[in-house]
């Protein structure tokens, strides 16, 4: 079968950018189970003995910090899904004095880069006691993580044909029940697409953390990482080891809702 030239250029391009993007990940992967004097010497490949202990070693100093951080996403996540169908909801489904305006003030808040916020944000949480708590870390994220997400909902929503809701308002369902029994089962690709999106946004959330958190109570992993200690032989690699363990998490979360977050970015979700 003759290839055409720009497919051919087309397959080396995509493979180009698939390696550039993997190689990171690479480099990350073979340097976390090296002493230094390997990183040194044997930077680009790896070597052996492969130091296993470095994941221990790793494990150990940061496994109660990534409680912390999956306690802080997963309230991030939760708290954005109630606000974001909930609000979705109500904006595709009444209309009500001041809608538009509401909705649009809503989606205004995407336009505010979060900086111009901390210093706001951290009075307002000084004030109300709830710095150094899991509230902070959960509270602020998931206010700015709902505007993206009620836009995504609400147009969601607003394709869920009419007649399937005249049908269930004729067979007696009430708003409750239309919007748990219809909306939100019919939703699980744009709820995915949320979902992993506020899960990454809170997972390496970093300054705002860094701000409203002191010691180790309620520290999340992305913090902690710095902390990492060895001896001085052995800390990059435990480090770097640390950096895998970090992200495991995620990986996991994203194994799981690929599919349907790839169905809710096809199905019009981020559509304007």
Not at 49 to 63: D, G, R, S, V
Not at 123 to 149: H, K, W
């Amino acid at each position: 079968m003759k290839v055409k030239p720009t497919t051919l250029w087309n397959f080396c391009f995509v493979t180009f950018l698939l390696l550039l993007t993997l190689f990171p990940f690479y480099l990350l992967i073979i340097t976390s189970f090296k002493y230094q004097d390997q990183i040194i010497n044997h930077f680009w490949i790896p070597i052996f003995p492969l130091h296993l202990e470095n994941y221990l070693n790793a494990f150990m100093q940061i496994w109660r910090f990534i409680l912390n951080s999956v306690v802080v996403t997963g309230g991030i996540i939760v708290g954005v899904i109630i606000n974001s169908t909930m609000a979705g909801y109500a904006f595709s489904r009444f209309n009500f004095i001041g809608k538009n305006f509401m909705y649009y003030f809503i989606i205004m808040l995407m336009m505010v880069p979060g900086f111009l916020l901390l210093i706001p944000q951290f009075i307002l949480f000084r004030d109300l006691g709830l710095i150094n708590t899991y509230a902070a870390q959960i509270l602020a994220p998931m206010a700015f993580g709902t505007a993206l997400a009620t836009m995504l909902t609400r147009t969601f929503f607003e394709e869920i044909p009419k007649s399937l809701l005249e049908s269930a308002e004729m067979d007696g369902a009430n708003e409750l029940q239309i919007f748990a029994k219809i909306f939100i089962p019919m939703s699980k690709p744009i709820i995915a697409t949320i979902a992993v999106v506020n899960a990454i946004t809170g997972w390496n959330n970093y300054i705002w953390p860094l701000v409203v958190t002191s010691g180790d109570k309620v520290r999340p992993v992305i913090l902690a990482l710095n902390n990492i200690s060895g001896p001085l032989n052995e800390v990059q690699g435990i480090e770097f080891a640390g950096y895998v363990i970090a992200s495991i998490p995620i990986l996991i979360l994203f194994s799981f809702a690929t599919r349907p977050f790839v169905a809710g970015l096809t199905s019009g979700a981020l559509k304007g």
